[in-house]
Nanobody, 124 residues
Framework: VQLQASGGGLVQAGGSLRLSCAAS????????MGWFRQAPGKEREFVAT????????VSTDSVKERFTISRDNAKNTVDLQMNSLKPEDTAVYYC??????????????????WGQGTQVTVSS
């Protein structure tokens, strides 16, 4: 699976951005999808994941009520709607695809394919 993330940018605190990840290659609907982020000097951090059918989503506590992950299997895309952004959300955001059981999808090692990342910068 080839993944291409887009939609990052510079936004003021309290603003919104919508990240999108376009997939090509293998059958997109066979994979659970996730978003991770990595801030400078920090480890890659789990943000959210969605099952192959889109029926279940899980997100990390720090983004609950603010970020929403969704997918469109007809368009081979997975999106991350980010609202009420905070300066601590500043990071490079990566989309990833996983064929492993959903139980493991909080962990970066569970993902087989990664996009190139898109920068999100939130100013205070």
């Amino acid at each position: 699976v080839q993944l291409q993330a887009s939609g990052g940018g510079l936004v003021q605190a309290g603003g919104s951005l919508r990240l999108s990840c376009a997939a090509s290659g293998r059958t997109f609907s066979n994979y659970g999808m996730g978003w991770f982020r990595q801030a400078p000097g920090k480890e890659r951090e789990f943000v959210a994941t969605i099952t192959s059918t889109g029926g279940t989503t899980v997100s990390t506590d720090s983004v609950k009520e603010r970020f929403t992950i969704s997918r469109d299997n007809a368009k081979n895309t997975v999106d991350l709607q980010m609202n009420s952004l905070k300066p601590e959300d500043t990071a490079v955001y990566y989309c990833a695809a996983s064929a492993r059981p959903a139980t493991y999808r909080r962990f970066h090692w569970a993902y087989d394919y990664w996009g190139q990342g898109t920068q999100v910068t939130v100013s205070s």
